[in-house]
């Protein structure tokens, strides 16, 4: 089996934990754009949904 | 009769160590019924490109090999996963998400795990290879092969079998971590589950707008996003039934066939059997575990300032694997109360982890796509 090719450097976690912090900051923001949206969404289209439910 | 068995002399032990790995993918797929749609097709075509001199891939000085071909027309430009996302999106219902938004929050946080892998990889790797390992947390292959791809890891190949193997092993993983994380009255708190109606507009307009959020965001993983939301469209619309139909199973199944055995052809011995790949699998366990563990801190962080308190074990749903994780919710909740019906909501939250999922991969590109 070949060697491991990967080294190894313990000080990269730390500097790329920065990449975890705007990843999760940016995750959260968009899903919480989107959920906005979806609750807006709802909000607007209710009546409307309770019209076609009536209708059927 | 040399030329009967001067092929033979090529054949070396590498190889029918892929042979038996191929039979234990083979075995994992009819047996245990673990991912069988693709598990199968990757553990024959791992037999199919690992025998000496195969004609099935490009040799040197030979012509090209089919899996080469489909290689390069399906999956070195993502052709492949970015159809497949297409039926995909026509099978998910949105509907338990679309009713209560709020459980978005949930596959936000089960992406933890990416992030936490990536920088845990990238004490073994450069940042690009890091990158695409990490993202085997996503639970999802068609994005692990995008983002591979897109930032050129030089091990796409265990990325895929990584990322395939660990959707099917959700079962198996996820079970002793959310024990682990929770108390048993905790896993027996009920939530009442009011299914709100949703209008036929929203169910329209939410690919629509997550496609635009996304792409404004995103924009390199504006064609995941955008390929999943389409074939929602299509199902939601009303008025394409038969292309709903087809994309969720004709479609689906024919891209599956070819997707599978085209990413054994990345299987062979050489650039597989190799340390780093069981580094890789370890990664995407890490990735796995730390997934599901967001979801669930996730859940009992929020518990401290509700009133009405959530079972913190939906947010280990927040992983993209679908339909399995929100499965293994409900079987677990079952499991400790026989009357606590937990499926509609780990179903929403597992759709969320879907959306969550694709976005950090369009995140992940953003970082580090130049």
């Known amino acids: 089996m070949n060697m491991l090719t990967a080294s190894f450097e313990p000080m990269h976690f730390v500097d790329n934990l920065r990449y975890m912090g705007l990843g999760m900051l940016g995750i959260f923001i968009v899903i919480g754009v989107i959920m906005l949206l979806t609750l807006l969404l709802n909000k607007l289209t209710e009546d409307r949904s309770h019209d076609e439910s009536e209708d059927q | 009769m040399e030329v009967l068995y001067q092929n033979l002399l090529q054949l070396d032990w590498k190889m029918i160590v892929m042979w038996a790995i191929g039979a234990i993918l083979i075995y994992l797929a009819i047996k245990k019924d673990m991912e069988p749609t693709l598990l199968l097709p990757m553990g024959f075509g791992a037999i199919l490109v ?100 897109k930032l050129q890891s030089n091990y796409i190949g265990a990325i895929m079998v990584a990322a395939y193997s660990y959707m099917a092993l959700v079962p198996i993983i996820q079970p002793p971590i959310i024990k682990l994380l929770t108390t048993k009255k905790e896993r027996m708190i009920r939530m009442e589950y009011t299914q709100k109606p949703v209008s036929r507009i929203t169910r329209i307009l939410f690919p629509i707008c997550i496609t635009i959020i996304a792409g ?36 689906a199944n024919l891209v599956t066939i070819f997707l599978g055995i085209t990413i054994a052809s990345q299987m062979q011995a050489d650039k597989f059997l190799r340390l780093d790949t069981l580094l890789i699998l370890g990664l995407g366990l890490v990735a796995f575990i730390f997934d599901t563990a967001g979801g669930v801190i996730f859940a009992k962080i929020l518990n401290i300032f509700l009133k009405k308190k959530i079972n913190p074990m939906i947010g280990a749903a927040g992983i993209s694997a679908f339909p399995m994780s929100g499965r293994v919710v409900h079987k677990l909740a079952l499991k400790e109360d026989p009357t606590n019906f937990l499926l509609m909501q780990a179903t929403g939250v597992n759709v969320s982890g879907q959306i969550a999922s694709v976005i950090a991969g369009g995140l992940i590109l953003n970082f580090f796509l130049h």
């Open chain 2, 50 to 149: 690992n025998l000496p001199l195969s004609g099935a891939i490009t040799q040197p000085g030979a012509e090209e090999g089919p899996l080469s071909i489909l290689y390069g027309a399906g999956i070195a430009n993502e052709l492949f996963p970015l159809i497949l996302f297409i039926g995909i999106g026509a099978m998910i219902d949105f509907g338990p998400l679309l009713s209560n938004p709020v459980l978005m929050l949930f596959g936000a946080a089960a992406q933890f795990g990416i992030f936490f892998t990536l920088c845990t990889a990238s004490m073994f790797f450069d940042i690009n290879d890091a990158a695409s390992i990490a993202i085997i947390g996503a639970a999802d292959g068609p994005t692990s092969i995008v983002v591979g791809q």
């Open chain 2, 216 to 251: 404004l965001i995103a924009p390199a993983s504006v064609a995941l996003v955008g390929f999943l939301m389409f074939g929602n469209l299509i199902r939601e619309c009303g008025v394409l039934e038969s292309l709903s139909e087809t994309a969720q199973k004709t479609l």
